[in-house]
Each structure stands twice: as structure tokens, then as C-alpha cells.
């Protein structure tokens, strides 16, 4: 469920269209290829593209579906070489993208001890998903997705639920709210609901978010230096990346601390002689 460039064709850079904006410097219409995109398919401003106003890319997670559509589904042939197969690889990768993000949801759902009452729905689910990746291309893009995510939402919620049970408390949730630039710092969020809130620019600055369900919150901007995430449920490298953090921030271990992530500043030293203490900003 990571992506793995190298063994793909581009295909995030080429099948979806971009307006320009606050996270890409131009515009693109869907199936044209990003003028960056190399002769090899690499990104040729790939270790500027926050400074070249592409952070947009920078946050992109295909969860693994373009090798899969490059390397299995269509077995190496590139939309370069043969012209012809780009309409239907790239509508393919649009479906695929959305199957495998279901895929793990569902295997983040299947590790959590706690939903065990629900496993063999889960296992169920993951079952038929897997086998929908292995169709050929023109059944793959004729999938519905949204019917199947319309099952597998529930599942997952439920999972979810069973999962945040140990920390529940009594809390108001934060489903859906919009937290946009709120001060979160003094908020109790463990096993909080935070399943589709926007909290963009949010201060959760030392929170400890341990069994919170944060499936697809907006975390754009949000603050997370010295956050506790390693028991957040359902969190994606693509929330962390759109975040700011910092080497105190602790991560689950399958996530990657985003590059662009500042240090922490250092401790001013101690004065030498009498007088007011120096203060941190």
C-alpha cells in the first residue's frame, strides 16, 4: 500500500487535472502530463516543489496503485509507448487508487485488536477488494467504487468505534466540525471522533491523540509539534505531510516524518551574570 515510483509510469502527474492555486503553480487538464514529469517519468523539480508552489504534489498518496496499474494491470506498457491504452490506464489508476485506499482502511481496521468482533467482516471485505485489483482493465474501470465503499464505511467505523471505546469519556465529538484555527492545546482528544473535521491551521501542540479516529481529517497547516500520534487511528502519511510538525512529534511507526518538518529550536543558554531570564518564543 506505498507507492513506489520508480515502478511506475507517472501516472499521478498525467491522469488528474489541476487548477492553479495555493498548492500548484499552474493549471493542467486531466490526461495531460505536468510539464515537470521527465522522459523516465521522474519529477524533474522533485526536491523543489514546496519552493516552486507544487506543495499539492507533495501530499499526493496513490497507496500503492501505480505500479500496480503500471506494472500489473497493463504488465509495462507505458501510455508513452502505446498511445492508444492512455484513456483507459488512467481512468484505471483513478479506480485503483480508490480500491486501494479501501485496501488499507481495511488492513489498519484488521490490526486493531480491539475489532476483533468485527474481523471476519473485515477479512470478508478486504477478500473481495483485493480481488477486484486483479481484474482486467476494462472490468477494473468499470468498478463502482462507491458502492463498495458505501459497504466497507460502515465496517470501518464500527472498527473504529470498538477501537476508541477504552478511551471514551464522555466527550463531545468533533465529527465533521470545523476546527479551523483553533486552539486544541487544553482539549482532551483521546478517543476522540474526529473522522472528517477540518482543522486547518488547528494548534494541537502537545496533544495527545492516542485512539483518536482522525479518517479523513484535514489537517492542512495544523500544528502537531510534540503531538502524540502513535495510537491515532486510521492517520495517512498524506495528513502528516500537509501538516507541520517537528522531531518532537511521535509518529506511528509506518509513517515517515515529512522532510520539510522544522526542528525544534534550540535551548537558549543560561545567562552568565544576574538578570532576567531569557524566555523561548
Known sequence: ??????????????????????????????????????????????????QRGFAGCTVYDCFGAGQKVAQVTFAGRDWRQDPGSAPLMFDVFATMRHLHELLWYLSEARDLPAAAPVHADLDAALTTIRGLTDLPAADLAAVDVDAHR????????RAGELARAEHQRGRQPFQGRHLVGKDLRRTDLRGADLRGAVAVGADLRGSDLSGADVT??????ADLRGADLRRALFLIQSQLDAARGDATTRLPAALTRPGHWTEPPPRPRAARQAGPRLGRR
Open 1 to 50: 500500500m506505498r507507492a513506489d515510483c520508480a515502478n511506475c509510469f507517472g501516472l499521478c502527474c498525467v491522469a488528474p487535472a489541476f487548477a492553479r492555486s495555493v498548492d500548484f503553480a499552474i493549471d493542467k487538464p486531466a490526461g495531460h502530463a505536468c510539464p515537470n514529469l521527465g522522459a523516465t517519468f521522474g519529477c524533474g523539480i522533485h526536491t523543489d516543489l514546496r
Open 150 to 157: 458505501t459497504r466497507v464505511v460502515p465496517l470501518l467505523r
Open 216 to 221: 479523513g481529517a484535514d489537517l492542512r497547516g
